[in-house]
């Protein structure tokens, strides 16, 4: 584990071993055994898992101190929630994050953020956030914006807000080696770079050209980098996308002798490298909460364990391959699994050109994804929505508006999660663990525990073999009903995504919205899949889906109970939040 960014393509390949992300934790489910174990060292750390014998497993540490965590549990969850006790949990998030975000490293006006915006809502598209890569920043220097392209950012998110759409800028450390600029000089004066063993500001190549590296080791270097972010949020800016924080370097990597001076305790690359994105993380997460009161919105593309506590994150560079939509789904359960629930990959592909029928598959298959992002390089193709036929379209808007409805059930997610670590999106294992048929299941997944998800993500696949665990399920589409613990055979045309409703399940849904309203619907809908049982009952969070007075109480937790023939009872859990549902709706499937 070595925070990398490596742009080969990301497939089983012998020479292909780190990614962005060090999460040193694994967990181990043997018969009806399960532990976890938390390798707590941000050195380079090695994972042989069975490789040089298949009798045992082993890892290792170039340096440091072998201090592990043993986690003892009956299930799977026992496990995640012992890990995330420790190391922390996601915070809930603003409610607008859980919307759709369009993002590609190209957009370069004011003018075509504009007509992207528009483009939305002429093609009839929900939209909430529109990500400004690093095209926006004047000559790639972080913390400024360029004024011929960009002459009036304050105007343009005033616009895009009246319109429901927030922006999110890209801030990567690499600062700009420029005299004159304040970010070089002010990190000079104070010697807030990291350093060459004998003492000089050390000097690689990133976007900027010449760059030097903050040292987030510093408290003082993260106040100061996190009273930065004031400079974007004075000027509308909704969130903070920190990237290339590995640190990726394009003049070699940084030896592992450059020094990062601490506040008091001098310490090498090779001990802060892994740890690097998650430091830069806090720096902007502490920031925004300082400088606006919210809850902050950070995406970072490098991990360490316990980064879930600042940010979100994305899976990094991908392409626009079908063997990229396939890992895509344990990638993110994996991450889930390893603390990290506020996650998704760049849908449709990051590198590469994607074409109708790969965004069609991608956008069903990320369309329960914690962060539900379209994304793509400067040279690829262009990938919104309407860039091709209206079948992919219509499919695109289908799936963005399914994730719309039931955005309150990913919410009352995060406010489980928040208390427990469980992941927003989980592999069957996690709730079918005596099954074995679901214990290596890649291409499936549960949102929550009840709605189950198979995407196709295979070119040219018109059915889908999927594995039901037992029980009732209740197929999404057409409301047949149909008994687990076995495969079936589902029709998946290009535009099915196959999607099922765990039997007597409540679940919560919005009417049609376009953008996440501040505080949420108005409008309640319970949808009820009722099977086997009299009755289901389900509790509800409901707060300002903006800061942080829920901390003081100010929320409310509704706990409803449906019976067979649609009566609906409403009790209050927990009343502290002034804003209650104008309608409650309930639909009986
Ligand atoms: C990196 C990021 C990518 C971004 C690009 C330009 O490759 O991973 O998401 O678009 O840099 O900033």
Same mark, same amino acid.
């Given at each position: ?123 009839? =598209? #929900?939209? $909430? @956030?529109?990500?400004?890569?690093? !095209?926006?920043?004047?000559?790639? %220097? ?111 990597? =940084? #030896?592992? $002798? @450059?020094?990062?001076?601490?506040? !008091?305790?001098?310490?090498?690359? %090779? ?319």
């Amino acid at each position: 584990m070595w925070n990398t960014d490596n742009p080969d393509p990301h497939v089983e390949n012998p020479t292909f071993k780190a990614l962005y992300k060090s999460i040193p934790f694994f967990i181990a489910l043997r018969n009806d055994c399960v532990y976890g174990i938390f390798f707590d060292n941000h050195f380079k750390t090695n994972f042989d898992m069975g490789y040089s014998s298949t009798d045992y497993y082993s890892f290792g540490a170039a340096d440091g101190e072998l201090d592990y965590f043993f986690f003892y549990g009956d299930t799977i969850a026992d496990i995640i929630s012992q890990y995330t006790a420790l190391t922390g949990r996601c915070p809930l998030p603003q409610l607008w994050t859980l919307g759709y975000h369009q993002s590609r490293w190209g957009y370069s006006s004011q003018q075509e953020v504009l007509d992207l915006a528009q483009n939305f809502i002429d093609n009839d =598209l #929900p939209c $909430d @956030v529109i990500h400004m890569d690093i !095209d926006y920043m004047d000559n790639y %220097k972080v913390f400024t914006v360029d004024k011929n392209r960009f002459p009036d950012l304050t105007a343009l998110s005033d616009v895009l807000h009246q319109k429901g759409i927030r922006l999110v800028t890209i801030i990567d450390p690499g600062t700009k080696v420029e005299n004159g600029y304040h970010m070089y000089e002010e990190g000079i004066k104070n010697n807030y770079f990291a350093q060459t063993p004998d003492g000089e500001v050390y000097e690689n190549v990133v976007w900027p050209g010449d760059s030097v590296f903050p040292d987030y080791t510093s408290s003082i270097v993260r106040n100061w980098w996190g009273s930065q972010t004031k400079f974007l949020l004075d000027q509308g800016i909704s969130g903070i996308w920190n990237d290339m924080n590995e640190p990726a370097s394009f003049r070699g990597p =940084l #030896p592992d $002798d @450059v020094v990062f001076p601490g506040d !008091d305790m001098p310490r090498q690359h %090779k001990e802060v490298h892994n740890v690097f994105g998650h430091l830069m993380a806090k720096a902007t997460y502490e920031g925004i909460k300082k400088n606006s009161g919210k809850r902050p919105f950070v995406i970072t593309r490098a991990c360490y364990s316990g980064t879930q506590k600042y940010s979100t994150a994305w899976t990094g560079d991908n392409q626009s391959i079908w063997a990229h939509l396939k890992l895509s789904i344990p990638q993110l359960l994996n991450l889930g699994m390893s603390g990290m629930p506020f996650v998704g990959t760049d849908i449709g592909g990051f590198g590469s050109n994607t074409n109708p029928e790969l965004l069609s598959r991608w956008i069903q298959a990320s369309c329960f994804a914690p962060l539900f992002r379209n994304h793509c390089a400067k040279f690829s193709r262009c990938q919104e929505p309407w860039q091709f036929d209206k079948q992919t379209l219509d499919i695109y808007r289908t799936y963005v508006r399914l994730r719309y409805r039931f955005i309150p059930y990913l919410y009352d997610l995060f406010y489980e999660e928040s208390r427990t670590g469980m992941p927003i999106i989980r592999p069957l294992v996690m709730h079918y663990q005596s099954d074995p048929e679901v214990r290596e299941c890649n291409d499936e997944y549960l949102v929550g525990d009840r709605i189950l998800v198979a995407p196709v993500t295979d070119q040219g696949v018109h059915v889908k073999a999927v594995y039901l665990p037992q029980g009732t399920w209740i197929d999404y589409w057409t409301k047949e009903r149909i008994s687990g613990g076995k495969y079936i055979l589902r029709d998946a045309p290009i535009d099915v995504c196959p999607i099922y409703i765990k039997g007597d399940s409540i679940i919560p849904a919005w009417p049609q919205l376009d953008h996440i309203p501040d505080g949420g619907s108005e409008e309640l809908i319970l949808e009820y899949y009722p099977a086997s049982a009299d009755s289901s009952k389900y509790v509800h969070y409901q707060d300002n889906g903006a800061d942080f007075a829920y901390e003081a109480g100010e929320y409310n937790l509704y706990r409803f109970r449906a019976d067979k023939d649609g009566e609906l009872s409403v009790s209050m859990e927990h009343e502290g939040y002034e804003h209650h549902y104008e309608t409650l709706r309930v639909e009986v499937y």
